[in-house]
């Protein structure tokens, strides 16, 4: 791994990024889903998509929260020259996880019609890879 990071402008911007495409692809799956007058677009509904969309829901926002607190840490006691990196790896990977349960969540969804429990998870997942964003460089305090 490189020790140069990206300015931290930069580094919020891959993150807004990533929020951004799963906000994104929720308003396609809406939209798709009104136009077809709210059926999904499997044959027949598909009920171990909604087992699935919880289960890694639940999997991906508990090792997304467990890989930030594992990550923080190495990156904190990381030498100074390498911490910009290691933090942003620290967010990276976290916001990544929780992508992938919030676009199955969506994608079951778009499949089978149902709101409940996919659009839940998704958005629970969405809510979790906002608080993981950091606003602020937690080096030098600046925005």
Request: hydrophobic residues 55%.
């Amino acid at each position: 791994m490189s020790s140069t990071a990206p300015p931290f402008a930069i580094q919020r911007i891959v993150c807004f990024a990533l929020l951004l495409g799963m906000a994104a692809f929720a308003v396609v799956v809406a939209l798709v889903l009104q136009s077809n007058e709210g059926r999904g677009l499997a044959e027949t509904r598909i009920e171990v998509l909604d087992t699935m969309a919880i289960a890694v829901g639940v999997a991906s926002a508990t090792g997304a929260l467990v890989l930030r607190t594992i990550l923080n840490s190495k990156a904190a006691a990381a030498p100074p020259a390498e911490r910009a990196s290691a933090r942003f790896v620290a967010t990276l990977v976290p916001l990544a996880t929780l992508e992938g349960g919030c676009m199955l969540a969506l994608t079951a969804w778009l499949l089978n019609g149902t709101m409940f429990p996919n659009l839940a998870v998704a958005g629970l997942l969405l809510t979790v890879a906002i608080v993981v964003v950091p606003f602020r460089n937690p080096d030098d305090g600046s925005s």
